[in-house]
């Protein structure tokens, strides 16, 4: 903690306040449990006053914060002794909840009055969230598997560990593209993919189509194309509410792509923004009326678990192609300039584009301008799009898919036509 010159006002009104917030959701916490525990709308501010004024007295060795924080350590561990010792065998519980509660209103005070209001206030919304929310996460517990605490165990050791131990310089002339920046971009689709994969998982209406569209757009739109198109198949009755589906897919993606290279390239990702942006309320706007003509419609409901995005071998997959695209990309345009780039981006958009916009974003093919670069996304987002017309097609049939494929394909040829205004900007 740093020494200030002083109590602010807001830093005093931060400390009763989110204190005396923290003791009404231990109150109701009590009430809830049908317990009675020290602690709560008195007590909890009373601490807060007594950590910040011990803290005020000495801001350099913190030694009266300290004492005050072992007297009411041992309060705390003498009232628990009492409270397993008076309980029935069969009632004891072992439970930290509200020592920890008491000692974090007793540090209120002092974070309130030394650090930045943002940190006292997330604090103490966390702490009152993790209060309050005490049956929900036990209910999560319950749902989640070992296998998805593998999965998260994954996404700390290649973002916490494997990220910053990788160097920063290029290992060959065929790429301008270093191993940190190629996992870097792995992360990058790694997290998107990994929120909407948590979401369809544990959250998403196992019932609604719409549901299914809107989080698989975030993790892989052709992917829901085809999952939506085989529902549309297995049940004809659904077909136009899964053609709505297969629309806000393609219509996420674009958000989806947009945010990817904002990460990378801020320049890059304004100047899109308006034809993403616009094609996305053209998908959106398709989607929605598309959802009202069927209505009356069941849902498509038969869908297929999403992948694990975090799977050793689709993340190692996908690396290599980022690489391999990478010197593709760079080889096509030294040999076939920008005619060969645009060919390259047809090809990639019939495989996956994602390997492709994060290479042409981290500039992986070098210092290619703005507007060509564009260009190149463009196209690849347009033939992506074809391909996922014809997966709609080839799995729900000409009748069941006519209205999605031909969004779809309105949607690619509007994308052909953005790319020929960008490559006339060159």
Not at 27 to 45: A, W
Not at 124 to 135: C, N
Not at 238 to 251: E, F, P, V
Not at 400 to 423: D, E
């Given at each position: 903690?740093?020494?200030?010159?002083?109590?602010?006002?807001?830093?005093?009104?931060?400390?009763?306040?989110?204190?005396?917030?923290?003791?009404?959701?231990?109150?109701?916490?009590?009430?809830?449990?049908?317990?009675?525990?020290?602690?709560?709308?008195?007590?909890?501010?009373?601490?807060?006053?007594?950590?910040?004024?011990?803290?005020?007295?000495?801001?350099?060795?913190?030694?009266?914060?300290?004492?005050?924080?072992?007297?009411?350590?041992?309060?705390?561990?003498?009232?628990?002794?009492?409270?397993?010792?008076?309980?029935?065998?069969?009632?004891?519980?072992?439970?930290?909840?509200?020592?920890?509660?008491?000692?974090?209103?007793?540090?209120?005070?002092?974070?309130?009055?030394?650090?930045?209001?943002?940190?006292?206030?997330?604090?103490?919304?966390?702490?009152?969230?993790?209060?309050?929310?005490?049956?929900?996460?036990?209910?999560?517990?319950?749902?989640?598997?070992?296998?998805?605490?593998?999965?998260?165990?994954?996404?700390?050791?290649?973002?916490?560990?494997?990220?910053?131990?990788?160097?920063?310089?290029?290992?060959?002339?065929?790429?301008?593209?270093?191993?940190?920046?190629?996992?870097?971009?792995?992360?990058?689709?790694?997290?998107?993919?990994?929120?909407?994969?948590?979401?369809?998982?544990?959250?998403?209406?196992?019932?609604?189509?719409?549901?299914?569209?809107?989080?698989?757009?975030?993790?892989?739109?052709?992917?829901?194309?085809?999952?939506?198109?085989?529902?549309?198949?297995?049940?004809?009755?659904?077909?136009?509410?899964?053609?709505?589906?297969?629309?806000?897919?393609?219509?996420?993606?674009?958000?989806?792509?947009?945010?990817?290279?904002?990460?990378?390239?801020?320049?890059?990702?304004?100047?899109?923004?308006?034809?993403?942006?616009?094609?996305?309320?053209?998908?959106?706007?398709?989607?929605?009326?598309?959802?009202?003509?069927?209505?009356?419609?069941?849902?498509?409901?038969?869908?297929?678990?999403?992948?694990?995005?975090?799977?050793?071998t689709a993340a190692a997959f996908f690396a290599v192609l980022f690489v391999a695209i990478s010197i593709a990309t760079e080889w096509a345009r030294q040999h076939f300039g920008d005619a060969g780039v645009n060919t390259l981006a047809v090809v990639v958009g019939f495989v996956d584009i994602d390997p492709f916009v994060l290479s042409i974003a981290q500039g992986g093919s070098g210092t290619m301008p703005v507007p060509t670069a564009a260009t190149a996304i463009l196209i690849a987002v347009a033939s992506n799009n074809i391909l996922k017309a014809s997966y709609a097609v080839a799995f729900a049939g000409w009748r069941?898919?006519?209205?999605?494929?031909?969004?779809?394909?309105?949607?690619?040829?509007?994308?052909?036509?953005?790319?020929?205004?960008?490559?006339?900007?060159?």
């Open positions: 903690m740093t020494s200030p010159a002083g109590p602010s006002v807001i830093g005093f009104a931060l400390l009763l306040g989110l204190s005396l917030f923290f003791g009404l959701a231990f109150e109701e916490f009590n009430i809830r449990s049908g317990q009675q525990r020290p602690g709560g709308v008195r007590t909890f501010p009373l601490l807060a006053l007594a950590g910040g004024l011990l803290y005020l007295i000495d801001t350099q060795r913190f030694l009266p914060l300290v004492a005050g924080l072992i007297v009411l350590g041992a309060w705390l561990a003498i009232a628990y002794w009492q409270q397993l010792c008076n309980a029935p065998a069969d009632q004891r519980s072992v439970e930290l909840v509200e020592p920890v509660c008491n000692v974090l209103a007793y540090l209120t005070g002092p974070v309130a009055l030394a650090l930045p209001p943002w940190i006292a206030v997330a604090a103490a919304v966390a702490a009152v969230l993790l209060l309050t929310w005490r049956e929900k996460l036990h209910a999560l517990a319950q749902r989640v598997e070992i296998d998805e605490i593998v999965t998260a165990a994954k996404f700390l050791i290649l973002t916490g560990i494997v990220l910053p131990l990788l160097p920063n310089e290029p290992v060959t002339s065929l790429t301008a593209i270093t191993p940190y920046k190629a996992w870097l971009a792995l992360l990058a689709v790694c997290t998107l993919s990994y929120a909407s994969y948590l979401l369809q998982r544990f959250l998403a209406p196992a019932d609604s189509d719409i549901a299914v569209a809107l989080l698989g757009g975030l993790y892989s739109s052709t992917a829901t194309t085809v999952v939506l198109a085989r529902a549309s198949a297995a049940q004809p009755a659904s077909s136009a509410t899964a053609q709505a589906g297969m629309m806000l897919a393609t219509s996420v993606m674009y958000l989806r792509i947009l945010v990817i290279i904002a990460i990378f390239d801020w320049a890059m990702a304004r100047s899109l923004a308006p034809v993403m942006g616009t094609l996305f309320v053209i998908g959106v706007l398709s989607a929605t009326l598309q959802h009202r003509a069927g209505r009356d419609q069941p849902a498509a409901t038969a869908r297929d678990a999403p992948r694990n995005p975090l799977e050793i069941a898919s006519i209205n999605a494929a031909a969004v779809l394909v309105a949607l690619a040829l509007a994308g052909v036509v953005a790319a020929i205004v960008f490559s006339n900007a060159i």
